[in-house]
């Protein structure tokens, strides 16, 4: 089975940028598709960004395009969130999350579908 950690977060100012890292342990990592989800105080978790096993299909959050960008190492059991012109209302905590994925190209927005999830990074944009 797969376990996630994810690293990078931290303390920056509006307009700056962070590349968080999901690194995963196990044999099957490029089984699994993957995503970014970000939960503020006393907000939901909301979805980020979602990337096909395959890496070759993307989908984002209309409040991330053109900002951020997803990536995954399949040879490196990591994936990454390239995250530029960082906002205040980006500030949360970012948890990476997996799930087995028959299809090479589907991308999955949903978080009650993932089964594996980090403990999460802290992203705070100061204004």
């Known amino acids: 089975q797969v376990q996630l950690v994810e690293s990078g977060g931290g303390l920056v100012q509006a307009g700056d940028s962070l590349r968080l890292s999901c690194a995963a342990s196990g044999r099957t990592f490029s089984t699994y598709a993957m995503g970014w989800f970000r939960q503020a105080p006393g907000k939901e978790r909301e979805f980020v960004v979602a990337i096909s096993r395959s890496g070759l299909s993307t989908d984002y959050a209309d409040s991330v395009k053109g900002r951020f960008t997803i990536s995954r190492d399949n040879a490196k059991n990591t994936m990454y969130l390239q995250m530029n012109s960082l906002k205040p209302e980006d500030t949360a905590v970012y948890y990476c999350?997996?799930?087995?994925?028959?299809?090479?190209?589907?991308?999955?927005?949903?978080?009650?579908?993932?089964?594996?999830w980090g403990q999460g990074t802290q992203v705070t944009v100061s204004s």
């Open positions: 999350a997996a799930r087995p994925s028959t299809l090479s190209h589907w991308t999955f927005e949903t978080y009650e579908t993932y089964d594996l």
